[in-house]
T-cell receptor
Framework: AAGVIQSPRHLIKEKRETATLKCYPIPRHDTVYWYQQGPGQDPQFLIS???????DKGSIPDRFSAQQFSDYHSELNMSSLELGDSALYFCASSRDHAEKLFFGSGTQLSVL | QKEVEQNSGPLSVPEGAIASLNCTYS??????FFWYRQYSGKSPELIMFIYSNGDKEDGRFTAQLNKASQYVSLLIRDSQPSDSATYLCAATTGGFKTIFGAGTRLFVKA
């Protein structure tokens, strides 16, 4: 069965650089979520999209932006990277909001 | 107060015992509740979901929901060393987001 695909798996950036993370949801899933998980921390909700529109926003810094495209894939853009942005970034998709989430393998971002 | 609270553990149980994991939530409007298992460095994997008050059983797992007490639990029967992981409780809010608890680390000793 198709799963949520994230790319890249690993990303190394320097402070003040920009990064773009991509997420391809499971086919026919119309809701995409982005989470940030620091070492030993629980996943922190960043932002979600439903039918290509932003549906909810969590603790996402103003330096970050995201969008969902016509093919339902989503991109998380991160600018002016800081050391504290180093974390595992998960994308998840669901058939509908309030439904069970299926997670991608995550992108490990390291900011040096 | 976090929206979803869990004991961080670690919870240690012997192989074959019942592991009991607990969770409380603050948003009375939450309708859907989930338990995810996460191995270190891996993505969370859904193991149980529950929407109605009462118990829901799936194999060795039983989820329990009490909306009046805003309480969700997960029982793992016949615990195995492979069950050792972090278990994340999650609840949907009135909006389009699922909020996770901090997770409970479970160790099953062989």
């Amino acid at each position: 069965a198709a799963g949520v695909i994230q790319s890249p798996r690993h990303l190394i950036k320097e402070k003040r650089e920009t990064a773009t993370l991509k997420c391809y949801p499971i086919p026919r899933h119309d809701t995409v979520y982005w989470y940030q998980q620091g070492p030993g921390q629980d996943p922190q909700f960043l932002i979600s999209f439903y039918e290509k529109m932003q549906s909810d926003k969590g603790s996402i810094p103003d330096r970050f932006s995201a969008q969902q495209f016509s093919d339902y894939h989503s991109e998380l853009n991160m600018s002016s990277l800081e050391l504290g942005d180093s974390a595992l970034y998960f994308c998840a998709s669901s058939r509908d909001h309030a439904e069970k989430l299926f997670f991608g393998s995550g992108t490990q971002l390291s900011v040096l | 107060q976090k929206e979803v609270e869990q004991n961080s553990g670690p919870l240690s149980v012997p192989e074959g015992a019942i592991a009991s994991l607990n969770c409380t939530y603050s948003d009375r409007g939450s309708q859907s509740f989930f338990w995810y298992r996460q191995y270190s460095g891996k993505s969370p994997e859904l193991i149980m979901f529950i929407y109605s008050n009462g118990d829901k059983e799936d194999g060795r797992f039983t989820a329990q929901l009490n909306k009046a007490s805003q309480y969700v639990s997960l029982l793992i029967r016949d615990s195995q060393p492979s069950d050792s992981a972090t278990y994340l409780c999650a609840a949907t809010t009135g909006g389009f987001k699922t909020i996770f608890g901090a997770g409970t680390r479970l160790f099953v000793k062989a």
